[in-house]
């Protein structure tokens, strides 16, 4: 059992099942989300979590107003989207609520974090497994990968250390000095796969499952894999396959794909299940962050530029998920 205080920011899909896989490993662990019905039914009857396929019910310390919970606490781990960064964590940084700050969210926000927090107060981390947000107290973790988590410096210090080996009473958990490598090559696993999740309706896995997507998801992934090498970045594995596989073309980047969806084929696209909330989803900061680099850095990425221009008409009520968009990106990839 590991002695550190956890605060999770963020009680969806992501935040929600860490907390419960967290309870009881930790000295402490709780939620901070601002659904009042989701804190409540964590707090009682607990929440209803569907673990790789068995359910158990935890209960969780929960609490909707962020004036609530008593800190400090060791590390707070931001899992909240990128829409609602600065309302969650402006009122903890007011009362000093955590020592350590853990960006997990998806996206290039490391910056925006840093900025809320103080760049001192910050550790940056990526999330490789899914999960599914089923309804009020009620989450689905759906696949099985690690945590990465590292210093923005590339240092590897005493909190770092204690981060893993808390995180790492639940989760393999891995230390990298190449933190920023690191969120590219997440962003390009959300850009592709996510992004085209979005735009289909469709898992991971149904996404390359037809010709058409397959290509679309290896034109998408060598576009981002571009545009982090002309910003000077080594790029890192996912789930244990070299960025540069999926962006090698031919039958390597096939086989590089099946090995990926191996792992993590039974996600459902956060962007997918926002859609269908009918929320604001984080693409400005997933394709739209490939998009932003690419003209700073003046490398064509068309095609991520369309997945944003067909997730902004979803969220408008414009047009809908469908697997077509598959073809459609498809065509413009030749």
Do not use: C
Request: aromatic fraction near 4%; proline fraction near 4%.
């Amino acid at each position: 059992m590991s002695e550190a205080e956890i605060l999770v920011v963020g009680g969806g899909a992501i935040g929600g099942a860490t907390a419960a896989l967290l309870a009881g490993r930790v000295r402490r662990v709780a939620v901070l989300d601002a659904n009042r019905e989701h804190a409540a039914r964590m707090r009682d009857p607990g929440l209803l979590l569907d673990d790789l396929g068995t359910e158990r019910r935890v209960r969780l310390e929960a609490y909707a107003d962020p004036a609530e919970p008593d800190g400090p606490f060791d590390f707070a781990l931001v899992t909240v989207k990128a829409p609602h960064l600065e309302a969650a964590l402006a009122p903890l940084v007011e009362r000093e609520l955590a020592r350590a700050y853990v960006s997990l969210g998806n996206g290039l926000v490391q910056e925006r974090v840093a900025r809320l927090v103080g760049e001192e107060n910050l550790i940056v981390g990526t999330v490789e497994w899914g999960a599914t947000n089923l309804g009020p107290g009620h989450l689905a973790r759906t696949t099985r990968a690690p945590f990465v988590v590292g210093e923005p410096d590339g240092s590897v210090r005493e909190r770092t250390r204690r981060l893993a080996a808390a995180l790492g009473t639940a989760f393999e958990v891995h230390l990298t000095r190449n933190v920023r490598g690191q969120v590219w090559t997440k962003l390009l696993v959300n850009s592709t796969f996510s992004g085209l999740g979005a735009v289909s309706g469709l898992l991971y896995r149904e996404v390359v499952a037809s010709r058409a997507g397959l290509e679309a998801a290896l034109a998408v992934w060598r576009e981002g894999y571009e545009v982090g090498k002309a910003q000077g970045l080594r790029l890192e594995r996912f789930v244990g396959v070299p960025a540069e596989e999926l962006a090698a073309g031919g039958r390597r980047a096939e086989e590089a794909v099946r090995e990926v969806m191996r792992h993590v084929g039974a996600t459902k696209a956060s962007m997918l299940q926002d859609l269908e909330r009918g929320l604001k989803t984080e693409v400005d900061v997933i394709n739209g962050g490939v998009v932003e680099k690419a003209r700073e850095h003046g490398v064509p990425a068309p095609l991520n530029e369309h997945v944003l221009r067909l997730v902004h008409r979803m969220e408008e009520g414009a047009d809908s998920p469908s697997p077509e968009k598959l073809r459609e990106l498809a065509s413009l990839a030749t």
